[in-house]
Antibody, heavy 119, light 113 residues
Framework: VRLLESGGGLVQPGGSLRLSCVAS????????MHWVRQTPGKGLEWLSA????????YYAGSVKGRFTISRDNSENTLFLQMNSLRADDTGLYYC?????????????WGQGSLVTVSS | DIVMTQSPDLLTVSLGERAIINCKSG????????????LAWYQQKAGQPPRLLIS???IRESGVPDRFSGSGSGTDFTLTISSLQAEDVAVYYC?????????FGQGTKVEIK
């Protein structure tokens, strides 16, 4: 199993970024996926999840209405569209494979993509 | 939101001794329809992403040494390292996946005495 995140970088407050996560080594369309971020001040923070088919989506209150999770099962790719970014969105963003078709525990994690929100 | 509270924040244990980490959830994470506790434990070593150790409160993942065990039900859970090894130095997190948001505990740092 391999999860490779990309799309992070430096963005100004109020800006947007789109993270991608290319998955390999497993049947991507059979598993739910998560996004989790890590910041020095807050530890691990679960952000969002999506069911195997992409129809069911789940969000933390801190990102609901600003972030959108999606997936392309034909390309084995998970996305996180992040709008209206704030300084406290700065962190390392992990793509995580769930153990089942619904968002239960995450059994494989990517190396993370660093997002920095600063002027 | 279900608040997950771990104790202690820092645990210092001698090599070969037992390490016990506690995790308390603000409400039960036991799903009555399947009698499963929706609780996981992760280990994060410095510079690495987290690694799943235990799911469903007590099911050890493949490849995880048997010195790691999880127990508990409802709102109170424990991760036990029966004989601490040098490679177990890490931060340990519990997480509930019973409801959205899937909240984590604040983490417990395990060090060698």
């Amino acid at each position: 199993v391999r999860l490779l995140e990309s799309g992070g970088g430096l963005v100004q407050p109020g800006g947007s970024l789109r993270l991608s996560c290319v998955a390999s080594g497993f049947a991507f369309s059979d598993y739910a996926m998560h996004w989790v971020r890590q910041t020095p001040g807050k530890g691990l923070e679960w952000l969002s999840a999506i069911g195997d088919s992409g129809f069911a989506t789940y969000y933390a209150g801190s990102v609901k209405g600003r972030f959108t999770i999606s997936r392309d099962n034909s390309e084995n790719t998970l996305f996180l569209q992040m709008n209206s970014l704030r300084a406290d969105d700065t962190g390392l963003y992990y793509c995580v494979k769930a153990q089942a078709s619904v968002p239960v525990a995450g059994d494989y994690w990517g190396q993370g993509s660093l997002v920095t929100v600063s002027s | 939101d279900i608040v997950m509270t771990q104790s202690p924040d820092l645990l210092t244990v001698s090599l070969g001794e037992r390490a016990i980490i506690n995790c308390k959830s603000g409400q039960s994470v036991l799903y009555n329809s399947d009698n499963k506790n929706y609780l996981a434990w992760y280990q994060q070593k410095a510079g690495q992403p987290p690694r799943l150790l235990i799911s469903w409160a007590s099911i050890r993942e493949s490849g995880v040494p048997d010195r790691f065990s999880g127990s508990g039900s409802g709102t109170d859970f424990t991760l036990t390292i029966s004989s601490l090894q040098a490679e177990d130095v890490a931060v340990y997190y519990c997480q509930q996946y019973y409801s959205t948001p899937r909240t984590f505990g604040q983490g417990t740092k395990v060090e060698i005495k």
